[in-house]
């Protein structure tokens, strides 16, 4: 009985000295940190993407507390609303930024783009790009190894096996950036989110004379700069023999679509146009049903382009 | 017997398809491309137009700083565009293309084959004629020999190793030139020796060439400063470092260059481009190509122009059929080739053409640590470790371990039985580190 009592007064002792000095050393070393720090990585996404330029949505939160200037900084998964709901509970000014989705510009499937060789190398886009050209024609456009869907955190990207390209689910895509700086052939942009999942964009990144481009792949943009000519907006610009369309500029008026002779225009989630040579679009009645679930660029479109729909 | 002291792999040399055939001047083609850009370092530039009449020999673009070369026209004719063309890989590269006519060479070029031996001028007016001259390493690295033979103050060359290994299977072409102008080599070898300022000259040769060893033992025998150095088989002695190791039994630390241990190597076919350029006033314009396979007629070993393209060699030597990939260069180290109508180059040691059952990679399994690569490594890296690391963008433990080091001898890919892919990991991540080592080399200074 003795022995126990002494035991357990030893232990109890011990611990309740322990306890003190942990206490003590605790007081001692504490970091002071902004409890806002906490409060605004609970408002972040929490998807610690690296969208943003930092590791992760704490880095975020530290420098939006910390910054008295956040309109650099932006959280393009948690979006414009995140922003606002963030500098609200900081008091400062959030910057504007318009939603935005990644988008392929490369439209050489199989069909378009005959294969010229056979690539049994790493299944990797950045490989396949250090050692050659690709198994097209074309050095320029998607590989189609899926770097980009391996990058993406969101599964919004996804191969496929009938085109060989990667497509982009338009509501799962945060704009993130991943898949951009995955793609060894720059082929992946950011572009303007547009109600609808309206786009209209070149859908080529080929920089070959027009004749190159063309033999290499049907849909190419040669560079011929109609497209350019007939924009009242002035979106469209062409340099080293490729159409570059301003999001920013345009104004979804669809001349350039019908201009394009190589089909390398392409629009999506609009109506269809009446079979005459009609430019106009109707007015924005909402759209038919099917056409809003091919918004995620699977097909050309069908008036560029005569091949039919698969889906 | 002679050989490097860590890794190497014994793959079969299969050099006797083309090793019979004597060296054979392939015909004139009818158009010739000539890339701006054969070399490491900048491209050329071009001095030439659309339209411009140019002699075989004459300078059509000017190097483009130090560590690059003088470019010549291989033909004579006219200029008929000065453009973007597609090379082996299918990357488009500034070209000079031109339309053969006839075969004028510019004044002042010895075209005999007169033997001459006294070498008459200085080192720098050597090094002056090997720059203008537009010579570059020929054993496929083609790094121009100028820079070189330009050795940075403060460090001294010992001896000049010329590089007769030809470790690559299939190739023939260096042996061919041992065998059949085994003299020019010698001079060509000399002239490099008086360049660096050095009187000790080794001759490394594999020993499965006991003919070209000898041929070469007897023409040695004249000059004192001359030492055949048979070596044992093994891939790859012909990688630079591996043959310093060979020969001379230094090693070259992590990170140096072989004049650190005052050694200098250059290739057998640079020591005959030297020896014409000084001798006979020859600008590097043409090349002994080896074109081999076991699918071919009638492998050869062809003296070319610069900017023939490859496919007239293999139609020449036999046709495409049953195979299956060409390769530019020796089956290890050679790249696949995409655009076989893309030129030969200065580099282009070899056009390799594989039947189709052997073309086609095996489908990779999963590392089993059995640490065959890391046995097989020449330069004593640990592969299966850093293009995992590679895999997973770890840049940073890639520099740690040593990844920069890696002469991408494929030895890895090699000796692997679960057939990775390791060499194709390893470059991304040594081209990422060397991308960050040159970054932050510019921002000291």
């Not at chain 1, 560079?223 to 920013?248: F, M, P, Q, R, S």
């Not at chain 2, 070369?69 to 008929?80: A, D, L, R």
């Not at chain 2, 720059?131 to 330009?150: D, N, Q, R, W, Y």
Request: charged share 25%; proline share 6%.
């Amino acid at each position: 009985m003795g022995n126990l009592l002494y035991t357990v007064l030893v232990i109890s002792g011990l611990g309740a000295l322990l306890a003190l000095l942990l206490f003590l050393v605790a007081k001692k070393f504490k970091v002071e940190e902004d409890p806002r720090i906490d409060e605004v990585e609970k408002k972040l996404p929490g998807a610690n993407c690296g969208g943003c330029g930092f590791a992760g949505c704490r880095g975020m939160a530290e420098a939006l507390v910390k910054e008295d200037d956040i309109s650099s900084l932006y959280c393009p998964v948690g979006g414009g609303e995140c922003m606002k709901l963030i500098a609200a509970y900081l008091g400062k000014v959030a910057a504007e930024k318009e939603p935005q989705v990644a988008v392929v510009r490369c439209a050489g499937s199989c069909e378009n783009r005959p294969r010229t060789n056979v690539y049994d190398g790493a299944t990797s886009c950045a490989v396949a790009a250090s050692l050659y050209a690709g198994n097209t024609g074309c050095a320029f456009g998607c590989i189609g190894l899926g770097d980009c869907v391996a990058k993406c955190d969101f599964g919004a990207l996804k191969m496929n096996p009938e085109t060989g390209l990667p497509e982009v689910d338009e509501e799962k895509c945060t704009a993130c950036g991943a898949c951009v700086k995955a793609c060894p052939k720059i082929v992946i942009e950011l572009r303007k989110k547009a109600p609808k999942g309206r786009k209209i964009y070149v859908s080529c990144v080929n920089k070959d004379k027009g004749a190159v481009a063309r033999k290499a792949c049907k849909v190419a943009c040669i560079g011929c700069g109609k497209c350019a000519k007939v924009c009242a907006h002035g979106a469209i610009t062409v340099e080293n023999n490729l159409a570059y369309i301003d999001y920013t500029k345009c104004k979804f008026c669809r001349k350039c679509v019908a201009e394009c002779p190589t089909g390398a225009i392409v629009e999506f989630g609009f109506p269809a146009r009446k079979p005459a040579a009609e430019v106009k679009p109707e007015a924005p009645k909402a759209a038919p049903a099917p056409e809003k679930v091919e918004a995620p660029k699977a097909e050309v479109n069908v008036e560029v382009k005569e091949t039919a729909k698969t889906e | 017997m002679k050989t490097f002291p860590i890794g190497g792999i014994h793959p079969s040399d299969n050099k006797q398809y083309s090793k019979g055939a004597a060296i054979e001047r392939f015909p004139l083609p009818k158009v010739v491309v000539i890339p701006l850009a054969q070399h490491i370092g900048a491209p050329a530039v071009a001095c030439v137009a659309k339209g411009d009449k140019v002699l075989a020999g004459q300078v059509i673009g000017t190097a483009g700083g130090f560590v690059s070369s003088n470019i010549h026209s291989s033909v004579s004719g006219t200029v008929t565009a000065v453009d973007a063309k597609a090379d082996a890989q299918g990357l488009m590269k500034p070209c000079v293309t031109i339309a053969v006519e006839g075969d004028e060479w510019v004044e002042g070029v010895d075209l005999s084959d007169t033997l001459i031996k006294n070498i008459n001028l200085e080192a720098k007016d050597i090094v002056a004629k090997v720059t203008e001259m537009g010579i570059v390493g020929m054993g496929g690295a083609t790094f121009p020999t100028h820079v070189k033979l330009s050795v940075p103050p403060g460090k001294k060359a010992e001896c000049l190793i010329i590089n007769a290994v030809e470790c690559e299977p299939y190739l023939t072409a260096d042996y061919r030139v041992m065998l059949e102008k085994g003299e020019e080599l010698l001079v060509g070898a000399r002239i490099l020796a008086k360049a660096i300022g050095v009187d000790k000259i080794y001759i490394g040769v594999e020993n499965n060439k006991p003919d070209a060893i000898a041929a070469l033992k007897k023409l040695a025998a004249t000059y004192v400063e001359i030492e055949v150095v048979p070596l044992k088989m093994r891939y790859p002695q012909g990688g630079e470092k591996q043959l310093i190791a060979a020969v001379t039994g230094r090693q070259v630390p992590s990170g140096g260059l072989p004049i650190d241990v005052g050694a200098v190597v250059q290739n057998v076919g640079t020591a005959l481009a030297v020896y014409e350029a000084v001798m006979k006033n020859k600008p590097l314009v043409e090349r002994v190509v080896t074109v081999t396979g076991s699918t071919l007629a009638s492998p050869k070993n062809l003296l070319v122009r610069v900017g023939t393209p490859m496919s007239e060699l293999i139609e020449y030597c036999g046709g495409l059929e049953g195979v299956g990939k060409v390769v530019a260069g020796g089956p290890m180290m050679g790249r696949a080739v995409s655009n076989i109508d893309a030129p030969v180059t200065k580099g282009t040691s070899g056009v390799l053409l594989i039947p189709t059952a052997e073309s086609l990679r095996q489908k990779p399994d999963t590392c089993i640590r059995c640490a065959k690569c890391v046995e097989a490594c020449p330069m004593g890296l640990e592969p299966y470790l850093l293009s995992k690391m590679s895999k997973k963008e770890m840049y940073d433990e890639c520099e740690s371990h040593n990844i920069a080091d890696c002469i991408e001898c494929g030895c890895c890919t090699f000796s692997c039985p679960a057939y990775l892919p390791l060499l194709d990991w390893l470059r991304i991540g040594k081209g990422e580190v060397m991308k960050r080592m040159r970054a932050r080399a510019a921002a000291k200074k």
